[in-house]
């Protein structure tokens, strides 16, 4: 039996009754655009975050552009983020002109590192960008902190981390905006490309709004801002209705199966008796750290060894597949050459020890037992 790292198939196969009447809704409605299902879909993503307001747009990498264009942070202006992150990231704040600034690490839940964000700031820094990386939230308190102190902006990538809380916050609520990806492997995912903003402020996202549909404003053929297009279509808009209704539920069974996992890596052996501090890592494999503030929603269920490559290849002889997520930090793209001002010791050293195991509400027990299997034969 194949255990594959991803299985969207499945997930469609799970929700079919309730995808295919939403879908059939919509095609009989002759409204494909800017219709019921977006307006009700950003107020009950909005009620679910807890937030004002939700501003649906055609992707998660949108959703970063659009808050930056809005803000007015552009050419010229910095931006702290990590470089340890989907690529999207960095490439949402170069397509609003911005400089994207690279700060390293906490090299246990493989986040942002708050105490590096004072080395990075110059007087062109505008913005923070904390990203909630794999699930797990970063620590927001002392980022606040930092931005408050010096003016300075705080938008969350939530992209990984619908749902994910710090210190019984969700994030996405800290900043003056959060930005999630409905990328369709997503904790909610669409059946194609989606992001959106959530903000307390409805100033911006009206403006988020006006930017996504072409700058236009409440009057139709009135245009106050050069925006773009990025809306999010009724088909996506009514399947993501449905897929949000489940997300408690979806979140609940990541969990349990990053709990599953933690267990089979103790019984088998696998775990080292203390934590990586960073270059600690003798030998073993380390689990996701939680911290008791946080609340992981396990997008991915990363573990980290020395013996990476030999361990991914074990897995796959085994029938189970495995991602890395990522092989090539932003800063080592050529996309991004020469960005990079201090080094960054603890991403460098992840990259080629991280391996994300197969994780997805849609698992079952047998295949999860196989994993187990696959992982006990390693430590033999
Ligand atoms: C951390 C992170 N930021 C931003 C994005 C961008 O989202 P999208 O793929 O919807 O543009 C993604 C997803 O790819 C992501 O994982």
């Known amino acids: 039996m194949e255990v594959p790292c991803i299985d969207l198939a499945a997930a469609y196969q799970g929700l079919k009754a309730e995808l295919d009447e939403a879908v059939a809704r919509v095609m009989a409605s002759g409204i494909y655009v800017l219709g019921e299902n977006l307006a009700a879909f950003e107020q009950e993503f909005a009620g679910w975050i807890g937030t004002a307001a939700a501003v649906a747009t055609g992707s998660g990498t949108d959703a970063i552009y659009l808050t930056l264009k809005a803000l007015g942070i552009g050419a010229g202006d910095e931006v702290i983020t990590v470089s340890h992150t989907a690529v999207n990231t960095a490439m949402a704040i170069v397509k ?33 960008m904390p990203v909630h990386l794999y699930g797990h939230p970063v620590d927001m308190e002392p980022v606040m902190e930092f931005a408050a102190g010096r003016g300075l902006a705080v938008i969350e990538d939530c992209a990984q981390a619908h749902g994910a809380t710090c210190r019984g916050r969700t994030v996405g609520t800290f900043g003056v905006a959060g930005c999630f990806s409905f990328y369709p492997t997503k904790n909610l995912g669409a059946c194609g490309d989606g992001g959106a903003v959530v903000t307390a402020d409805a100033e911006l ?16 053929y009135l245009n106050i801002y050069r925006g773009d297009v990025s809306r999010l279509d009724e088909l996506q808009a009514a399947m993501l209705r449905v897929r949000l209704r489940h997300l408690h539920e979806f979140n609940h069974r990541r969990r349990e199966i990053a709990d599953y996992y933690e267990q089979a ?53 085994a029938g189970v597949r495995t991602m890395v997520h990522y092989p090539r930090p932003a800063h080592r793209q050529p996309a991004f050459a020469g960005l990079l001002r201090a080094p960054l010791p603890v991403t460098e050293q992840v990259v080629s020890e991280i391996l994300s195991l197969p994780l997805y509400p849609e698992l079952d027990d047998a295949r999860l037992e196989q994993v187990a299997r696959a992982l006990k034969s390693f430590a033999a």
């Not at 996202?205 to 139709?220: D, F, K």
């Not at 103790?266 to 380390?286: C, E, K, M, N, Q």
């Open 96 to 128: 609003a002109g911005a400089t994207p600034v690279f700060i390293d690490i906490d090299p246990e839940t493989y986040c942002m590192e708050p105490a590096l964000l004072k080395a990075a700031l110059t007087g062109r820094t505008r913005a923070v």
């Open 205 to 220: 996202a009206a403006r988020i709004r006006s930017l996504a549909n072409c700058g236009q404003g409440s009057e139709r």
């Open 265 to 317: 890596l103790v019984a088998a052996g696998l775990t080292p008796a203390v934590r990586s501090a960073g270059d600690g890592l003798a030998a073993g494999i380390v689990p996701p750290a939680e911290r008791d503030w946080a609340r992981h929603v396990y997008h991915l269920y990363v573990i980290r060894s020395k013996e990476r490559d030999r361990l991914r290849a074990h897995l796959e002889a």
